[in-house]
């Protein structure tokens, strides 16, 4: 039987809602008023900077980041402890001597998650989210999404690599709920890319989510009017220039930018914000949020459905 100790359950105990948040996924928070939060994928979920969090549409709440993980997320009591003491280390029982106001803060290492040996649970959820199967065997077998199971559950993870293929973020979705989060360490600059087939290509389409990228890619297979390798295809995790610039750096023959973000407010705000700062530095960008639905998931979701019944592989 899986257990944790009591050590384990008090720390994660201290972790509050809106810490998890700012750890694990800081682009779902929407700041609606000086002390309250919303989140991306739940409107009715607000989150307070006093500790408290309340779920409207379900009636739920709590003080802390192990309520939320039950009730919203649906999580089991030992894979939240466990989770949330990834995130940070088990503190000791004396006080710590405080740090000086000018001390740096130090990075976490970080370690991706071990890979499992199949990766036949991620397939068939990659494959109901519309994903092209030769999309999904690409970025597998470059390694850069793979199956790994904690606490029981199978996620799905999605490498930034660093110019030299060095993983240096990792981005995890849950096969079997909503879970979803960043790998304690990971660098925000490195976002998942998908390459081109030709790297002296000079077009990128710039997406926010791992799962968008490789939709954008499954829509341009499932066109046919080009090759689907034509151009590269990155994702930000999130609305996060930081990977832009850093993509931007390394490959320097890029002239042509398609902004592909999401059809929401935060989206739609970040993407002029983008349009205009790249547009400043000589780029062609082109604005191209999905045609149908919030994101290229639903936009791919829907074709599929609509418009050609026959799966992609």
């Known amino acids: ?5 009591k050590a384990q359950i008090q720390n994660a105990r201290q ?16 700041k609606v008023s000086a002390h309250d939060y919303r989140t991306r994928t739940h409107s009715s979920l607000v989150i307070s900077d006093n500790g ?15 309520d939320y993980l039950l009730k919203v997320e649906n999580m089991d009591f030992v894979s939240a402890v466990r989770l949330l003491n990834e995130l940070q280390p088990v503190r000791s029982s004396f006080q710590p001597v405080p740090h000086p106001m000018n001390t740096p803060s130090i990075q976490k290492s970080f370690e991706p998650p071990v890979p499992d040996r ?29 199956q790994t199971t904690r606490g029981g559950y199978k996620n799905c993870v999605f490498l930034g690599l660093d110019s030299q293929g060095t ?5 995890t979705r849950s096969c079997q709920g909503t879970w979803r989060g960043d790998i304690a360490g990971s660098q925000k600059k490195y976002g998942f890319l998908i390459p081109a087939d030709d790297e002296d290509c000079s077009t990128v389409a710039i997406f926010e989510a791992p799962i968008d990228a490789m939709s954008g890619a499954s829509l341009t297979q499932y066109q046919r009017e080009k090759p689907w390798r034509s151009q590269f295809y990155l994702a ?23 902004l592909c973000l999401d059809n929401d407010a935060p989206g739609r705000n970040f993407a002029k914000q983008l349009l205009e700062s790249l547009s400043t530095r000589g780029y062609i960008v082109i604005d ?6 919030k994101d290229y998931n639903e936009q791919l979701i829907y074709q599929k459905q609509h418009l050609n019944s026959s799966p992609i592989r």
Not at 1 to 5: A, H, K, L, Q, Y
Not at 120 to 137: N, P
Not at 237 to 258: A, C, K, M, W
């Open 1 to 5: 039987m899986r257990r944790v100790s």
């Open 15 to 30: 972790i509050g809602v809106l810490d998890y948040f700012r750890i694990c996924k800081p682009h779902e928070l929407i």
């Open 52 to 66: 408290l969090f309340h779920w409207y549409r379900a009636g739920v709440g709590g003080n802390n980041a192990i």
């Open 118 to 146: 199949s990766s036949e649970t991620i397939q068939a959820y990659l494959y109901r989210r519309g994903i092209s199967g030769k999309v999904f065997r690409f970025c597998r077998n470059a390694g850069t999404v793979y």
């Open 167 to 171: 993983p240096r973020s990792a981005f």
């Open 236 to 258: 930000m995790g999130g609305l996060n220039h930081q990977s832009v610039d850093y993509f931007l750096e390394n490959h320097p023959q890029i002239r042509t930018i398609n």
């Open 288 to 293: 191209s949020p999905p045609s149908i639905g």
